[in-house]
């Protein structure tokens, strides 16, 4: 386990500025990075990756040391972050392929349209895997309705993920650089007669799959899913760091011009470290652990740039900087890139137990720091917080109202430093299946299913209610049912209860 961070004195806690006062409403960049595990920051303590960058947001602001995301895969995380909602209870909200239709409603409450309401100009770059369109998607028009429909006056996404096609990049609703003689054609069913993949064509493949990954081959990548056409629109891999990059610097260039001046909100997916790792040669073998390691230290690069960006422009002291991931970490996850043979140099999960789709901590538990400079002194906080939380807490802050339907809990002193506050409970979810947080205990209920999938992450599908107690004991080593029975049966009732369909029927069922 990672080093235990000190925690800031009550007293220190009451000298903080008041966030915001005799100020205006400050710029928000939320940086949300995919698969980074607790243990890749080295703020947490690791020695084995530095991220000086990174590392420079949580020790000047506020540290989380729990701090969760919402599920333990993309999809259904970034659908909790951005409308403040659980996500299983909705319908579909699974790992998506690329070319699912729009996830969230564009009539729904979102964090975009609640930053709009207020008078907020908003964008998206990068990473998206929350739909677009309406279903059987016709990429070469425009995609209606695309990722702005959510409340992003500008977006230029990748529709899914890195290892999933299309794979091209999505500017506003219009891929980019398509050449109308080359139209694209995607499919998730069936591949297109002569078009290669990994099994048809093995020795276009560059970089070699190792489970689920044998379908169309671009840039010697094999992808899941088949694409036909848009050659001149396919990105560079390696390339695809400097260009959602650029695509930032531009929009912040835009923004200082504005005659507007109005304040922005920015959502920046960074890609890394998702598979495929194909890191900028500037970055191949910078660290002792192959693309994995190196592709978090691009990543790294990535927010030091976009730092010393805002610090040329004069944004630094009135911008709110939210740093964390969409889930917990994973080695292999569908190509051989030496990840395995990293694990007993580096321990991604920091020393939890479970990562990228288990119910076990590792699983939602992600790095989350919030940096605002000349406003928030550096806090180390270890209570429980969940990132749906930001909804709520963002909203008090530009002075909007959000449902009180949403699951989002305002904390905006907690996210401040000004407050050591959390959550009391929380469920969390992986693949659909829940587990329930409370204060330092986790209790995962039975589920069915094998104990660890092709990433070789254990899934936390255990044959009988399980409860851990994470500050004795961080890795989930101990089950403490037998010796705790009482607040076993507090905890289910409080879980079943939090579970609880409209009509009363438990949403939790045996799998």
Same mark, same amino acid.
């Given at each position: ?5 000190? !925690? ?22 939320? *940086? ?21 960058? !990174? ?69 998206? !770059? ?60 995607? #499919? ?32 010697? *990548? ?98 709110? &900087? *939210?740093?964390? #991931? ?49 406003? &928030? ?8 917080? #969940? ?17 009180? #339907? ?106």
């Amino acid at each position: 386990m990672t080093k235990h961070l000190p !925690i800031i004195s009550l007293a220190a806690l009451a000298s903080l500025p008041a966030a915001g006062a005799g100020h205006q409403r400050p710029n928000v960049i939320l *940086i949300i990075a995919d698969d980074l595990g607790y243990g890749d920051v080295s703020a947490y303590g690791q020695t084995t990756v530095q991220t000086p960058s !990174i590392d420079r947001l949580a020790h000047g602001g506020v540290c989380f040391t729990d701090g969760h995301a919402t599920s333990a895969t993309s999809t259904p995380s970034r659908y909790g972050l951005f409308t403040g909602m659980y996500p299983w209870k909705t319908k579909g909200t699974h790992i998506l392929p690329g070319d699912a239709p729009l996830l969230i409603s564009p009539e729904q409450f979102t964090m975009p349209h609640m930053f709009q309401q207020a008078g907020y100009h908003t964008a998206a !770059i990068g990473k998206w895997h929350l739909g677009m369109g309406q279903g059987k998607i016709d990429w070469n028009k425009r995609i209606s309705p695309a990722a702005n429909a959510i409340g992003f006056d500008y977006t230029c996404v990748i529709a899914a993920t890195v290892d999933r096609v299309p794979t091209v990049y999505v500017e506003d609703g219009l891929v980019e650089g398509l050449d109308p003689n080359d139209p694209i054609e995607i #499919s998730y069913q069936q591949n297109f007669e002569g078009e290669p993949t990994a099994l048809t064509n093995p020795e276009l493949v560059k970089l070699q799959w190792s489970h689920g990954h044998n379908n169309s081959v671009i840039n010697g *990548i094999p992808r899941i899913g088949f694409m036909k056409g848009g050659k001149a629109a396919r990105w560079k891999d390696d390339e695809m760091a400097q260009y959602l990059l650029n695509k930032v610097f531009r929009y912040l260039d835009e923004r200082v011009a504005a005659p507007s001046q109005e304040p922005f909100f920015l959502y920046y997916g960074l890609h890394q470290p998702h598979v495929p790792r194909t890191p900028d040669a500037r970055f191949a073998g910078r660290t002792t652990l192959g693309p994995r390691g190196d592709v978090i230290a691009e990543a790294d690069w990535c927010v030091g740039q976009l730092l010393q960006k805002l610090e040329e422009k004069g944004l630094m002291e009135n911008t709110l &900087i *939210i740093f964390s #991931s969409d889930n917990g970490p994973v080695l292999d996850d569908g190509y051989v890139d030496g990840s395995r043979e990293s694990a007993p140099l580096h321990d991604p999960r920091g020393g939890l137990r479970g990562g990228k789709y288990s119910l076990f901590d590792g699983g939602t538990r992600v790095p989350l720091f919030v940096y605002w400079q000349g406003h &928030i002194r550096p806090v180390v906080n270890h209570e429980l917080v #969940s990132q749906q939380d930001l909804v709520a807490s963002l909203g008090k802050l530009i002075g909007q109202q959000v449902p009180d #339907s949403l699951d989002s809990q305002e904390m905006l002193f907690t996210f401040l430093g000004k407050r050591l506050r959390g959550r009391e409970s929380m469920v969390v979810e992986a693949a659909g299946r829940l587990a329930f947080r409370s204060g330092r205990y986790e209790l995962i209920p039975p589920y069915k299913g094998p104990k660890r999938n092709a990433t070789d992450n254990e899934l936390g599908n255990v044959d009988d209610w399980t409860l851990y107690d994470l500050h004795a004991d961080p890795t989930q080593a101990t089950d403490i049912t037998a010796t705790h029975p009482r607040l076993l049966r507090k905890l289910k009732r409080q879980f079943l209860k939090a579970t609880q369909k409209d009509k009363g029927k438990p949403e939790y069922e045996l799998l």
